[in-house]
């Protein structure tokens, strides 16, 4: 009997030749030598060995132990790749060449895939934000006034952003209770997490020119699924009047993969109806194509699924974002990576960060391996998701996992 190939998949694979994500991959042998692949299936394709054994014009851009290089190489080559890879996945006279070149997923360490050169996060999801100000702002409007009027964001820390799997070391800080007297320095006993997805930039622009709504696509490579902890009881303390600093900056985790815009054309959707009209830098109303992305996200602690987070609720796309954060003339360098904010949707069972599901540690949440309001050690998270594809299918868009670690002494 004739063993069947990795490139016939199932019917339905999420991981299909409509996907092809992009990842940096090491196998046990050499342990030392990154590749770029793409994932198909339940495996990796060495991208690299594929062009060279097929005379790719683009050999030596696949050829390198990290996705940066494509990220710089711009839109046309970003084009040209993936229907390259496309055929070499899908064209039957190509097997011969493509199937010694694939990994199973199982039998590959992966890697960060690009150099991140900086970090944004923002704060676009509406029911996020109001039930945010609803817990800490119960009699006043739980929006701020700017909210509707921009997105509103944070530059976090680019080196603390890491790969899925890595172990997440419980923060250590200050923090004070409103009943404390004075505060106190130890770990984090509000150690949460976010639920978003990240945007890849990859070709660079001008400082002092600004990223306009319709060039994001000029800009931005891809998505990945991103989960931004947070140290609430750390955060409450410090983020007044400057916003986030060391109840954010300890750990960002990021897929191993990163999914190309192009294979997410048919998950585009149009963002819920603004209140207020926008400055005309932010008003996507003219755009040709819609700004949202409809997204499914699923969040499982130690296996038990606690939340089903939907992007398509954010009330703030991607490119007003890149649009907004480049307006006053930062620049863009490849390898940025700017976070949605915490994706929340109208339902309980939709919010994306244990702040939300307990209500500030009010509620616990049930799970097999005892009650939950904040993370405990040895907890493990994992974020999901997929996107409707072409014709029916599902565009899987990986996962991030991590593993909570003891806080280390200080």
């Not at 000029?218 to 750390?234: I, K, P, Q």
């Amino acid at each position: 009997m004739t063993e069947q190939s990795p490139l016939d998949l199932a019917e339905g694979d999420p991981f299909g030749p409509h996907n092809l994500p992009y990842g940096v991959f090491s196998t046990a042998d050499e342990p030392g030598r990154r590749r770029l692949g793409v994932r198909i299936g339940g495996h990796v394709l060495d991208a690299g060995a594929a062009a060279h054994a097929l005379g790719s014009p683009y050999a030596t851009l696949l050829a390198q132990p990290s996705l940066t290089p494509l990220l710089a190489a711009g839109r046309t080559a970003w084009r040209d790749v993936r229907r390259a890879l496309t055929a070499w996945v899908t064209v039957p006279a190509h097997r011969a060449d493509i199937e010694p070149l694939l990994h199973p997923l199982d039998a590959v360490t992966m890697h960060l895939p690009y150099e991140v050169a900086d970090y944004v996060d923002f704060y676009a999801s509406e029911h996020h934000a109001t039930n945010v100000g609803h817990m800490f702002r119960p009699d006043g409007d739980p929006l701020t006034p700017n909210w509707k009027h921009l997105p509103i964001g944070y530059h976090g820390r680019a080196g603390t952003v890491v790969v899925s799997g890595t172990d997440v070391v419980r923060p250590c800080g200050q923090r004070k209770a409103p009943t404390d007297p004075a505060p106190v320095f130890g770990p984090s006993v509000k150690l949460d997490i976010e639920a978003e997805v990240g945007f890849v930039v990859g070709v660079p622009s001008e400082l002092g020119t600004p990223v306009a709504l319709g060039d994001f696509r000029e800009h931005v490579f891809g998505l990945s699924l991103l989960n931004d902890w947070s140290a609430r009881d750390v955060q409450a303390w410090e983020y007044v009047p400057l916003g986030p600093f060391l109840g954010k900056s300890f750990a960002t985790s990021v897929s191993a993969w990163v999914t190309p815009l192009e294979a997410l054309d048919a998950a585009r959707t149009a963002p819920p109806a603004r209140d207020f009209p926008l400055l005309p830098y932010l008003d996507d109303s003219a755009e040709e194509e819609p700004g949202g992305y409809d997204v499914r996200i699923t969040v499982t602690i130690n296996g038990e699924v606690v939340s089903e987070p939907p992007f398509s609720t954010m009330y703030w796309t991607a490119a007003q974002q890149l649009a907004h954060m480049t307006v006053n003339g930062a620049s863009l360098r490849t390898g940025d990576l700017y976070g949605s904010g915490t994706v929340s949707g109208p339902e309980v069972h939709q919010r994306g960060s244990l702040l939300e599901l307990t209500w500030n540690g009010r509620d616990a949440i049930e799970l097999p391996t005892g009650k939950r309001t904040f993370l405990e050690d040895g907890d493990e998270v994992t974020l999901t998701a997929w996107a409707p594809g072409p014709d029916g299918t599902k565009v899987g868009l990986g996962e991030v996992t991590g593993r909570i670690a003891p806080a280390r002494e200080v």
